[in-house]
């Protein structure tokens, strides 16, 4: 059963198109939730962390939001750049724990 | 400062052979986790350690795959009798340990390929 669901699977956008990548858990006990990007042929890179329901990140054209059933990467005015997929994990318990991971979402930006 | 490095960044091998994977973490990390990634797949845990010590090998698949950590730093993970079934991208990652803040930051991936 999965823990972590991501969707869409994969998403096309045209440059300055705005869209939201979802994804939900079916965890209890959670520690936090994490954002990550990954390029193709290289490690996912640390986005963002939340912990909380209501709790809201921002970098720059991204911004993370969470509930206590799903969390939500809004990208708003995308570049190309921004192509690449994300993935979403969460973390159970407390201290350092493995992540569990979603299958994450592609994301192509179209100039 | 230096992020997490992996060597090699590709392997390929002949199924049957032994294969070392190294993964030398962020400086000061105390936590180091080691997960597989196939491909259209998010990573899946393997083994993680706190210092020198596994706390955690549910992740590994059967006893062909090993890991260790002798020093508190460096890890090497081993494959013995490698099978196609192996070839997957293995991503090393690590975090610091206390505060609020458990973020893993991950290295480039090893790329393995049993043929």
């Known amino acids: 059963e999965d823990q972590v669901t991501q969707s869409p699977e994969a998403l096309r956008l045209q440059e300055g198109e705005s869209s939201s990548l979802n994804c939900s858990y079916t965890?209890?006990?959670?520690?936090?939730l994490f954002w990550y990007r990954q390029d193709p042929g290289k490690g996912p890179e640390f986005l963002f962390t939340?912990?909380?329901a209501g709790e809201e990140k921002e970098k720059e054209r991204l911004k993370a939001t969470l509930t206590k059933k799903e969390s939500f990467l809004h990208i708003t005015a995308p570049k190309p750049e921004d192509s690449a997929t994300y993935l979403c994990?969460?973390?159970?318990?407390?201290?350092?724990?493995?992540?569990?991971f979603g299958k994450g979402t592609r994301l192509s930006v179209i100039a | 400062g230096a992020g997490v490095s992996q060597t090699p960044s590709n392997k390929v091998t002949e199924k049957g052979k032994y294969v070392e994977l190294r993964c030398d973490p962020i400086?000061?990390?105390?936590?180091l986790y080691w997960y597989r990634q196939s491909l259209g797949q998010g990573p899946e845990f393997l083994i993680y350690?706190?210092?020198?010590?596994?706390?955690?090998d549910s992740g590994l698949p059967n006893d062909r795959f090993f890991a260790v950590r002798p020093e508190g730093s460096v890890s090497t993970l081993k494959i013995q009798r490698t099978e196609r079934g192996d070839s997957a991208v293995y991503l090393c990652?690590?975090?610091?340990?206390?505060?609020?803040?458990?973020?893993?930051?991950f290295g480039p991936g090893t790329r393995l390929t049993v043929t």
């Open positions: 990652a690590s975090s610091s340990t206390g505060g609020k803040s458990y973020e893993q930051y």
């Open positions: 994990a969460v973390q159970m318990t407390s201290g350092n724990t493995p992540l569990v």
């Open positions: 939340l912990y909380s």
């Open positions: 400086s000061g990390h105390t936590a």
């Open positions: 965890v209890s006990g959670l520690r936090g």
């Open positions: 350690f706190q210092g020198t010590g596994a706390a955690d």
